[in-house]
């Protein structure tokens, strides 16, 4: 059955390739050719691996060595951006970074603390300390390269000698130079959280011997680390940037609010404010009426001889003394002792004045047209309920009304207008032109066809079968006759069937007649 089917495909191939002509056989072909090339291709470019970056912006030297480990390794790669990009198979990609990783790359373009691990033979103590900074310098380069803003980076550190003297010990110092990707910038922030760090890391440094530099030469450290000068500038920049929020914001919504009224882009509004950022502490005590809290008194009454013995004064201290007057028997005595605690009203306000309260504020709007006098307070009152016009504190406000000069804007619009005009007529143009020249094929191709059509049915002439063509002649024919009669329809027929081969055939031979 399969080998039937497969004669009978041969066969239904083989009689649709004898009906072509040469023009179809050599289309056809040249498409089947053209299949066969693109199968190949994608089957080649399906199996070839997919190389994707492993690691991107290396030093050369970690470059190097990453490529010396994958040739180990046996693993294909690629290299791209001059050298500093190293591209490996997908599949491989995370794997290969561990691997790497492992083994300590890429190190950045620094040598770290893993240089502390080799112990080198008659190795001094000063060279020690010295492969120690050098060590140290590398890991605070790996620290601050992470830093999303900075490609590349250099530490150097200067350690002096400790001193037995005070007076002649120095303090350590380090410079950094940061290379900053394109278009990144460092904050005052990160600068100095990069001095903190920096100096964190080498003992005996302070962050403001800390100096930091881009590659263009700027010293990014200067005035920061809590200098004065630097703090009062950033407080000013701060408050001067409050301040363009706040007028921007008062101008945005007085005027979103006045379009309303008077239409798109008939006014406009400018405010001018001045604020306070002066931080207050305000502390008041006041004291009320007084009041009785509490009151306690106490009262002693005594007589007869209940007064302590003798008489006080001279009669007392003095023998033969006597005072006119005075009585030999007892006396009286009364003591009365009052207290009274009074309520004392006490008033107590601790409150702080946050800063950026409104000292002042002057607000001008200009209104497109001519107002009257009703609507220009109209518009007044709505501008200052809306923008807290306080008289009494100085603010001022300012409406008028006049005509805006709007040439520019016209201008503008007619040269917006006109190009557009220009690129809908290019639409246009080009899609006639297009259609145009569809149409002109068309043409060409439909005469052409009906001119090889009036040509195949002037050849073939009227469709006339043997007996039709012996009937019309009156005398008997001669066997040559015949013969040709018959010719003539296998002609016809041939003619009817294969129109095209038979055109083709008739302009070979006139041309070899011409020649």
């Known amino acids: 059955m399969v080998k039937e089917f497969l004669l009978k495909c041969r066969e239904t191939l083989l009689e649709r390739w004898n009906k072509l002509d040469s023009k179809q056989r050599i289309l056809f072909a040249g498409g089947v050719l053209l299949i066969l090339l693109v199968t190949v291709y994608l089957i080649v470019v399906a199996s070839r691996p997919k190389f994707v970056p492993l690691y991107t912006n290396l030093d050369q030297q970690d470059a190097a060595a990453i490529i010396e480990q994958l040739k180990e390794k046996k693993v294909a790669y690629r290299l791209s951006d001059d050298g500093s990009t190293v591209l490996v198979p997908e599949s491989q990609k995370y794997e290969l970074r561990l691997e790497l990783a492992n083994q300590g790359l890429p190190k950045g373009g620094s040598v770290g603390f893993e240089t502390l691990n080799q112990n080198r033979f008659g190795e001094t103590e000063s060279e020690r300390k010295a492969r120690y900074l050098i060590a140290l310098q590398g890991e605070l ?161 005594s007589s007869g001889n209940a007064n302590p013995q003798g008489v006080t004064g001279t009669a007392g201290n003095i023998p033969l003394y006597a005072q006119p007057g005075a009585q030999a028997g007892g006396g009286q005595y009364q003591k009365t002792e009052k207290t009274t605690n009074y309520e004392v009203d006490k008033n107590s306000e601790h409150r702080i004045v946050a800063p950026g309260q409104v000292k002042q504020l002057s607000v001008a709007v200009v209104v497109d047209g001519q107002l009257d006098l009703l609507k220009q307070r109209e518009i007044e009152n709505l501008v200052t309920a809306a923008a807290g016009i306080n008289q009494s504190r100085g603010d001022n406000l300012t409406v008028t009304s006049m005509p805006f000069n709007t040439t520019w804007s016209q201008q503008m619009a007619k040269e917006m207008a006109a190009a557009r005009r220009r690129d809908q007529l290019l639409k246009f143009g080009v899609t006639a032109a297009v259609i145009i020249g569809l149409g002109l094929a068309l043409w060409f191709v439909l005469k052409r066809r009906r001119r090889e059509k009036e040509e195949i049915d002037y050849l073939a002439g009227p469709a006339m079968s043997l007996d039709e063509v012996l009937a019309t002649k009156e005398t008997e024919l001669s066997p040559e006759e015949k013969e040709r009669a018959r010719m003539v329809e296998h002609i016809q027929n041939l003619v009817r069937q294969s129109p095209k081969e038979v055109a083709q055939l008739l302009k070979t031979w006139l041309g070899e007649e011409s020649r």
Do not use: C, W
């Open 141 to 301: 380069e790996r620290t601050i390269r992470r830093l999303d803003a900075v490609d590349d980076v250099r530490v150097h550190i200067v350690a002096p000698e400790p001193s037995l003297f005070i007076e002649q010990s120095k303090d350590a110092t380090a410079a950094v130079l940061v290379k900053l990707k394109p278009g990144r910038s460092l904050q005052d922030q990160q600068v100095e959280g990069i001095m903190r760090i920096v100096a964190a890391g080498v003992e005996g440094l302070k962050p403001e011997n800390v100096t930091v530099v881009d590659t263009q030469g700027n010293v990014l450290s200067e005035g920061v680390g809590g200098q004065g000068i630097s703090q009062t500038s950033k407080l000013t920049a701060n408050q001067m940037q409050l301040v363009q929020e706040y007028e921007k914001q008062l101008e945005k919504s007085i005027q979103s609010m006045l379009e309303r009224v008077v239409g798109q882009g008939k006014v406009v509004v400018r405010a001018n404010a001045t604020l306070d950022f002066d931080q207050v502490e305000i502390k008041n005590e006041v004291y009320g009426d007084k009041q009785i809290r509490s009151q306690q008194q106490t009262e002693e009454i």
